[in-house]
Nanobody, 125 residues
């Protein structure tokens, strides 16, 4: 298991930006893809973005494509989610996660077994 700690959430007006960070420890970070997911109140957790272990490949949910950017710094064991042009429907608890296996890149949340505690993002209209 890897330990994950998110930070950077908060309250922002529609159209604004936030950058989430997720610090990892306990595994060889550079061997694992990473993902961001979110869960709005009363809804199921959903995929947001994922990045491969090297950072060379990224994949986004259609709802955030063109507005959010996932990146990572393997020297700092940290993955980021830059969120621009935020909308009220982006309001949710955001979680970073690591998949079960190294060198395995997936957007299926059921393939992820290490999760952070989550950070709240609230976008006001």
């Amino acid at each position: 298991q890897v330990q994950l700690v998110e930070s950077g959430g908060g309250l922002v007006q529609a159209g604004g930006s936030l950058r989430l960070s997720c610090a990892a420890s306990g595994r060889t970070f550079s061997s694992y893809a990473m993902g961001w997911f979110r869960q709005a109140t009363g809804k199921e957790r959903e995929f947001v973005a994922t990045i491969s272990w090297s950072g060379g490949r990224t994949y986004y949910a259609d709802s955030v494509k063109g507005r959010f950017t996932i990146s990572r710094d393997n020297a700092k064991n940290t993955v980021y989610l830059q969120m621009n042009s935020l909308k009220p429907e982006d309001t949710a608890v955001y979680y970073c996660a690591a998949p079960k296996m190294s060198y395995y890149w997936t957007y299926n949340l059921y393939e992820y077994n290490s999760w952070g505690q989550g950070t709240q993002v609230t976008v006001s209209s």
